[in-house]
C-alpha cells in the first residue's frame, strides 16, 4: 500500500506537472506545437464570444484556427472564460480543469461505493466508506492505484498542452451516471440533464442513448421488459437541452448547415499533395485515407453512417439480451464511449480521457471475467502508447500514412466487450 500511496501522490505532481508545462508553453515559447495563437482552447475562447455577438458565424470555419465543433448552446459555457480576456481565461480554464480531474476521481469512488446497494449477490473486496479509505485501507490498494493511472497517463497531457475540453465532458457525463445509480424521478431528471450538457459539447455522446433505454429481455418470463417511465424521465433533461439547440438551427439554417458540415463531412485534414492527412486513430479516418490512396470515391458521410450501424448493431443486441442488469448502465457508457471513438472522424489521444473512468470501473467491478486482463493490458496501453503513436504517425505519414495503434487498442476493447455480454 505505501508504494501504491507513493505512485498517486507522483501522479498527482505529474498531472500539476502536466498543467504547469501547458500554462509555460502558452505564456514564454512560440512553439508551433502550441502558443497563444495555437491551441484548441482558442476556438471555446471566440466560440464564448461569438454566441453573444454574431451567432451567424458561430460555425464560420474563418473565424477559428480549428472548427467548433459542437452545439449553439455548448458556445455559452465557454462565455465566462471569454469575458475574463484571453490570458486569464485561459489560466482560469486550465485550473478549472484539474479541479475536475479531482472531482471525477471522487465521483469514481461514489460509484464503486455504490455497488453493493446495487447488487448485493456480489460483493466487491474494497472497503470504501469514505473518500479517505481508498488512501488508507490495503484492500483499497487497487482503488488508488487506479486514480494514479488516471492522473498520469499521457492523453492527460495532451488534454492540458492543446486546452482541450474533455474533463469537462468526462465530469458531466459520470456526473449524470452517479445520479442514474441513486434512482428517483429527480435524479434521474437531472442525470438526463447531465448527459445533455455532455452531448452538447460531444455531439457524437449521442450514441451513449441507446444503451441508457431500460429495455432488456428477461429470461425468467421469456419477454422484453421495458420501463418506459423511467426511460423518459431520463432522457427527458437530454432532449431538453437538445431541443433548445435545434432551435437554434431552426431560427438560421446557416447554423445547421454548418453544423452538419463541420461534423458530419470528414473534411478537416491538412492537405499533402493529392492526400488530406489526419492523425485520427478512429477506423472511419482510417479508412477514408485508405480509400484516397486507392482512388476509391465513397461519400464520407455514408462511409460513418455503415460503420456506426456495424459497431452499434451486433453489441447492442447482445446487450440487450444480457442477465446482468445490476452494471448495464456503468457498461452501457463504456459501450457507447468505445463505438464513438472507433467512428468518428477525428478521434485522439486526449478524447481517452472520455472513455478511461469508465474503464476504470468496469475493471474494477468486473475482475472475475475471464478476459480481464484483456481490458487491464487496453486500458494501460491506452494511457501510454496511443499519445506516442500519434507522435510517430506525423514522422512516418509520408510512407505509411495510417494511425493503428489506438484502432487496435479500442477493437480488441470492443470485442472484449461483445464476449462478455455474449456471455451473461
Not at 93 to 111: E, M, T, V
Request: with cysteine.
Amino acid at each position: 500500500m505505501r508504494k501504491t500511496k507513493l505512485f498517486f501522490i507522483f501522479a498527482f505532481f505529474v498531472n500539476l506537472l502536466y498543467l504547469f508545462t501547458s500554462l509555460f508553453f502558452f505564456f514564454f515559447l512560440d512553439n508551433p506545437l502550441m502558443n497563444k495563437n495555437n491551441n484548441d482552447f482558442l476556438t471555446y475562447y471566440k466560440a464564448g464570444r461569438i454566441i453573444i455577438t454574431d451567432i451567424s458565424n458561430l460555425y464560420d470555419i474563418s473565424q477559428y484556427l480549428f472548427p467548433f465543433r459542437y452545439f449553439p448552446l455548448s458556445a455559452y459555457i465557454f462565455t465566462p472564460f471569454s469575458m475574463l480576456g484571453l490570458e486569464l481565461g485561459y489560466i482560469i480554464f486550465q485550473i478549472f480543469s484539474f479541479i475536475l480531474n479531482i472531482a471525477i476521481i471522487y465521483l469514481i469512488y461514489k460509484i464503486i461505493q455504490s455497488y453493493p446497494r446495487l447488487n448485493n449477490d456480489n460483493k466487491l473486496p474494497y472497503d470504501l466508506r469514505e473518500f479517505r479509505d481508498a488512501f488508507n485501507k490495503p484492500e483499497n490498494e487497487s482503488v488508488l492505484y487506479h486514480f494514479s493511472v488516471l492522473l498520469i497517463m499521457l492523453p492527460q497531457f495532451m488534454n492540458y498542452f492543446l486546452g482541450q475540453i474533455n474533463t469537462l465532458v468526462s465530469f458531466f457525463i459520470l456526473y449524470s451516471v452517479f445520479c442514474f445509480l441513486k434512482n428517483g424521478n429527480k435524479n434521474n431528471f437531472f442525470g438526463g440533464l447531465m448527459l445533455g450538457l455532455g452531448i452538447l459539447i460531444k455531439p457524437t455522446l449521442l450514441l451513449l442513448i441507446p444503451f441508457l433505454i431500460p429495455l432488456y429481455y428477461s429470461k425468467d418470463t421469456k419477454e422484453f421488459v421495458f420501463h418506459f417511465k423511467i426511460a423518459f424521465i431520463r432522457l427527458f433533461g437530454t432532449i431538453i437541452l437538445l431541443f433548445i439547440s435545434s432551435i437554434y438551427f431552426l431560427i438560421s439554417p446557416k447554423l445547421l448547415e454548418g453544423f452538419m458540415d463541420v461534423n458530419f463531412t470528414g473534411k478537416y485534414a491538412t492537405t499533402i499533395g493529392t492526400l488530406d492527412i489526419n492523425a485520427s486513430f478512429s477506423l472511419t479516418r482510417n479508412l477514408i485515407t485508405l480509400f484516397q490512396l486507392t482512388e476509391l470515391n465513397i461519400s464520407n458521410f455514408f462511409l460513418f453512417i455503415i460503420i456506426i450501424f456495424l459497431f452499434l448493431v451486433p453489441i447492442l443486441y447482445y446487450f440487450i439480451l444480457s442477465s446482468n442488469q445490476t452494471n448495464r448502465l456503468i457498461d452501457g457508457y463504456l459501450i457507447g464511449i468505445s463505438i464513438t471513438l472507433i467512428v468518428y472522424f477525428d478521434s485522439w489521444p486526449h478524447h481517452l480521457i472520455v472513455l478511461t473512468p469508465f474503464l476504470v470501473i468496469f475493471t474494477l467491478i468486473n475482475k472475475n471475467f475471464k478476459f480481464y486482463n484483456i481490458i487491464r493490458f487496453v486500458h494501460h496501453f491506452l494511457a501510454i502508447l496511443v499519445v506516442i503513436s500519434w507522435g510517430i504517425f506525423y514522422l512516418t505519414y509520408e510512407f505509411f500514412p495510417f494511425n493503428l495503434c489506438g484502432l487496435i487498442l479500442l477493437l480488441l476493447l470492443y470485442f472484449s466487450l461483445i464476449i462478455f455480454y455474449k456471455q451473461q
